[in-house]
Nanobody, 121 residues
């Protein structure tokens, strides 16, 4: 079992930045971030492979968000720049044992409790 704890969410104005953190009890094959707004499906945001740092992003955040990891600290980060009101959601950290980055929530084995990000206009 892997425990994930997210932090760093909050309220920010449009155009601002936030940095989310996800502490892992141990590293996995891949980790990622998903988000879910009220009444909407949970959607993939970004993923990273622990071994070599390979990343993937959804088209909606490409160029604005950056996922990274600190191997020694077993922590994954999501740097969010140029935030827009449409980015408002609960952000969830996820991890899976497989080495392939997946974009479907059902492919992930472990989940954090989520951290709220609210972007005001």
């Amino acid at each position: 079992q892997v425990q994930l704890v997210e932090s760093g969410g909050g309220l920010v104005q449009a155009g601002g930045s936030l940095r989310l953190s996800c502490a892992h009890s141990r590293r996995t094959g891949t980790s990622g971030w998903f988000r879910q707004a009220p009444g909407k499906e949970r959607e993939f945001v970004a993923g990273i492979r622990w071994r070599d740092g390979t990343t993937e992003y959804s088209d909606s955040v490409k160029g604005r968000f950056r996922i990274s990891r600190d191997i020694a600290a077993s922590t994954v980060f999501l740097q969010m720049n140029g935030l827009e009101p449409e980015d408002t959601a609960t952000y969830y950290c996820a991890a899976r044992n497989d080495l392939i980055i997946a974009q479907m929530a059902s492919d992930y084995d472990y989940w954090g409790q989520g951290t709220q990000v609210t972007v005001s206009s």
